[in-house]
């Protein structure tokens, strides 16, 4: 019996690390009073013009992102002959998040002038995502199976009556 390889198991650890940070980020942004910052100025970076794009809360598209990735994640575990879909739309995203994350950086370093701890861990949450899957994708490329798929589809697997 082949064992599972452990990034997938990885990746989904932390897209749900981010589904948390994020869906925390998500309620501060419609309820400022419950911002808990130990580290930076929180509430400077989540009441800039910046933490919103046409009037959504940067925190719900993160959620989104990371909700994306989960589903990928799973759908990978359930159905490993989509492994290669899967894990290139996941890098794809995680491409994205990190893009973007890096863009929101900069923003809170030489526009804002101030540092939001959540942000930061949501940054190399998805950065980490982006090497994860970007490992899974080079196994791709390389023509190495990412996922042990189920040799029998599930109907053959019946005992078959003896002839």
């Not at 989904?12 to 994020?22: E, I, Q, S, T």
């Not at 100025?41 to 959504?56: E, F």
């Not at 990735?69 to 290139?88: E, H, I, N, Q, Y």
Request: glycine letters at 10%.
């Amino acid at each position: 019996m082949s064992r599972r390889p452990r990034w997938p198991l990885l990746s989904l650890l932390l897209a749900l690390a981010g589904v948390a940070v994020a869906g925390y980020l998500t309620v501060v942004a419609y309820d400022d009073a419950l911002l808990v910052c130990g580290l930076g100025d929180c509430s400077t970076v989540q009441n800039s013009p910046y933490a919103k794009v046409g009037g959504v809360p940067i925190a719900l598209l993160g959620l989104g992102m990371y909700l994306a990735l989960l589903g990928g994640g799973l759908a990978r575990w359930r159905w490993p002959r989509r492994a290669d879909l899967l894990t290139s739309a996941n890098a794809g995203i995680a491409l994205a998040g990190t893009l973007y994350s890096a863009y929101l950086t900069y923003l809170e370093l030489f526009v804002i002038h101030a540092i939001c701890q959540w942000c930061v861990t949501s940054a190399v949450l998805v950065t980490a995502l982006l090497l994860v899957e970007g490992w899974g994708l080079r196994r791709l490329l390389r023509g190495e199976l990412l996922l042990e798929a189920d040799p029998l589809p599930r109907a053959s697997r019946r005992q078959q009556p003896a002839p």
